[in-house]
């Protein structure tokens, strides 16, 4: 017998949330491949077909080994007729004719490329697409009216498709949480989203800020705002109050997956070099103190409270280093504005929690977001309890089920605890 055979008989449970699933994974030709499928099934908004792929690359990914024969994946679950015939493809010709043939489509690509500008989902990029608009130029010749978040979208484009640097999360945490403490002193800003995964980069940097006295964290955005804004660290934002309370259906019956939290999609101006200092005002870096709340030690250590950024405080305005750096000023000195600049934008998402539903919030958003759908799948499926990132609700009892961990959370709906680590389906 080959080695590795035995991955048939070792039984993978089938929903995502009870997994492991590491950043870093065995299988990266499979899922890569099942990725483009997904994705395309996305953007044609076939959602169903989309999560089929999801889960069958995700269950790929909890694997402990590399799978080299489809006689391993018997007895599998999660993989359903369409992802084992792309599976066989790639593992006997190495690519699939399907994949291939997507990747290559005028349509995927375009499709691609116009959801790529902030501000552009999938159905204003098919309407596009379908007058011939491909690409990001097409649009800017075409003269159509564009809103705020799209103008923003198209002038930053190539910046905002560069990916966001862990070291470029940490400097927009300093700031993100310079401007909470000027607010709201005593407040928590947690990273989440990929980052707090343990990914290196991101499309955006995701922050949840809460206040241990609840309450005081009403109406904290609009100040937030106010002042970055001020200090010239904003291009774009657009703010939603929290509508939990007024919202009718209750965390019982989410009318979706959406939350209801006061939140904040934003453009952030990031200094990229020492020379940016200028608009680096307040405090100033001898008197700030790092405390970004961390909540998982193992990931972020960095950036911990107690660790060594205490006595060795990061520099305030970023250095970026290395292949990233070229990357950046490459894309910067090719930017329509003005010529070769010192700071690049990025996508920010702010989050505001009352402290009662921080766990359920930071088990939320931290993800994936094939993760987040399976503990909910489970939830209801299994436990008949409606999980989202307010709440957690028992069905039969009748009643919200309170925590204040995602270690409770994840004892609640009787599943083994999966730090964000392996959270990464
Ligand atoms: N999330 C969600 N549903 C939403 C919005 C967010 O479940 N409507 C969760 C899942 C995501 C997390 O919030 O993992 C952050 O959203 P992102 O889109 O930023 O996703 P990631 O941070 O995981 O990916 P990236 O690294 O590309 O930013
Ligand atoms: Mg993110």
Redesign the pocket.
Known sequence: EKPGLELAVVSVPSYACQRHTPLLHHNTILTDALSILAENAELSENEGRGVAFRRAAALLKSLPQEVRGAEQLRGLPCLGEHSLRVIKEVLEDGVSHEVETTMHSEQFKAMKALTGIFGVGAKTADRWFREGIHNPSNLQRSGHTLNRAQRIGLKYYDELNLPVTKPEAVAIGQIVERAVHAVLPGAEITLI???RRGKQT?????FLITHPDEGREEGLMPKVVSWLEAQGFLLYQKTTGNSYLESKEGPARPASNMDRFERCFSIFRLSTDNEGREIQTGDGPQTYSPTLTNTDPHTHSDTHPHSKTDSHPLPQTLVVVGDHAQKVSRVLGHSQCSGPRSWRAVRV?LVVSPYSQFAFALLGWT?SKLFERELRRWAVHEKAMTLSSHALYDRKRMQYLRASSEEEIFAHLGLEYIPPCDRNA
């Open positions: 989203g990929g980052f991101g499309h955006d940097v995701d998402d993800g």
